[in-house]
């Protein structure tokens, strides 16, 4: 039997009052506001809801007593297809992470290439993390067709959590919210939204990137965490910021963000800020009520930078997760030593970040063993965040970090 309008508005009540999943979560909008977007008729998304649960386990494991910094983060390795995803399951990854840039470059519904600046049609993540869990579906039901069932010896839980990225969300508010709603309805357990100006957005990697204000994107993260409660699914929402690189901004309107408004403007009307991490910081810092886990794009691989944006973030919000990219467009080798870089994600971990994402990920299985546990601790092998050319893949690895803090910690890792 339904629930009528008031039970809905009583359950959700107790549900945000008394589950630990939303402790740490400010919401703007009433229980009341939820229902009343609802409709008479509450579609199931079970993709969407199993990956959202699966993965916050997964980020929240630190806080149990048997944390190994060298083990308990969330390596979310990039797949850009389902038979790409299904292999990466079996090397056993545990998190999918599905890159604007890998669907700008080869994988989007206009069929064409594009640079990473959210050219392509706003409907071709979603449409690929259908892919991916239409994918798994197949690769469980064979497995369930040959008699393998939850608890047999060779069993694959092929249903990885998919993080999806929404780059700046596609236009405003609304349309933030518009998108997180076919992300859900795809199956994503996990989706990212960044701060930049939609319509002039920029790869994390290239310069002129253009902030909206701090407020702006705040809302954006309001409109989906409500998409997400509109739909009944527990949604992991990750924040990015860029502030880190970005030296412009639309505009000065925000007091949040005066502090960094140097007063003055660009031919285009642009103001010009003071870039840099203490930007980062401070947007970190608003987008923490808001969203499951904060990511400081960075221009290169640097533990002391995540470190210290790790420990500014703890210290007002000590069980904020963190994220972290560690992108193929890092130049690796040039900026860390091997053992370095062996060690790069548990140092991470360490520090406070306990999800790092690969992205794209490789075409094989092969691929994806080699950014595995034991592997990270071999710098040759670690190289696979540089190229793989031996399977004829370069640039094979840009990947989240997730992970959650030490019981008793200070400060966790991505968490």
């Not at 599905?98 to 290439?113: H, I």
């Not at 639309?250 to 660009?266: A, H, I, L, N, Q």
């Not at 904060?294 to 973030?313: H, V």
């Amino acid at each position: 039997m339904a629930l009528t309008r008031e039970q809905q508005i009583a359950t959700l009540e107790k549900d945000w009052a008394e589950n630990p999943r939303w402790k740490n979560v400010t919401r703007t909008y009433s229980a009341a506001d939820v229902v009343r977007l609802r409709g008479s008729v509450q579609p199931e998304h079970t993709f969407a809801r199993l990956g959202a649960d699966k993965l916050w386990n997964l980020v929240t494991q630190g806080a149990r007593p048997s944390f190994r910094p060298d083990k308990d983060f969330v390596n979310c390795m990039g797949a850009l297809t389902g038979g790409q995803a299904v292999q990466q399951v079996k090397a056993g990854i545990q998190a999918i992470y599905l890159s604007g840039w890998q669907v700008a470059a080869d994988n989007n519904s206009a069929e064409s290439m594009y640079p990473d600046q959210s050219l392509y049609p706003v409907d071709s993540v979603p449409t690929v993390v259908k892919r991916i869990n239409n994918s798994f579906r197949r690769a469980d039901q064979i497995q369930w067709k040959a008699g393998k069932a939850p608890g047999d010896e060779g069993y694959i839980d092929y249903f990885a959590p998919i993080v999806a990225d929404a780059e700046a969300g596609f236009g405003g508010v609304l349309n933030a919210y518009e998108l997180m709603k076919s992300m859900i309805e795809a199956g994503a357990a996990g989706v990212h939204f960044e701060d930049q100006l939609a319509s002039v957005k920029k790869c994390g990697h290239m310069g002129g990137k253009v902030l909206v204000p701090t407020q702006e994107a705040v809302q954006k993260l309001v409109a989906a965490r409500l998409a997400a409660d509109v739909a009944g699914v527990p949604t992991i929402i990750l924040a990015r910021t860029d502030a880190n690189a970005a030296d412009l901004l639309t505009s000065d309107c925000d007091p949040y963000d005066k502090p960094f408004v140097t007063g003055e403007r660009t031919h285009e009307g642009f103001y010009k800020v003071r870039a840099g991490l203490d930007q980062a910081i401070s947007r970190g810092l608003a987008y923490a009520p808001y969203a499951d886990l904060i990511w400081c794009e960075t221009a290169k691989p640097d533990l002391d930078e995540a470190r210290r944006f790790a420990e500014a973030i703890k210290k007002e919000y000590p069980d904020q997760l963190l994220s972290y990219n560690c992108s193929p467009s890092f130049n690796w080798k040039k900026n860390l030593d091997d053992t370095t870089i062996a060690k790069f994600q548990r140092e991470l971990s360490r520090h406070g970040l306990q999800a790092p994402v690969h992205n794209p990920g490789g075409h094989s299985e092969h691929v994806a063993q080699h950014v595995q546990p034991g592997a990270r601790l071999r710098p040759q092998r670690h190289d696979c965040l540089r190229e793989a050319t031996g399977t004829g893949i370069r640039r094979c690895c840009q990947g989240l970090y997730l992970r959650g803090p030490p019981a008793g910690s200070g400060h966790g890792v991505f968490r």
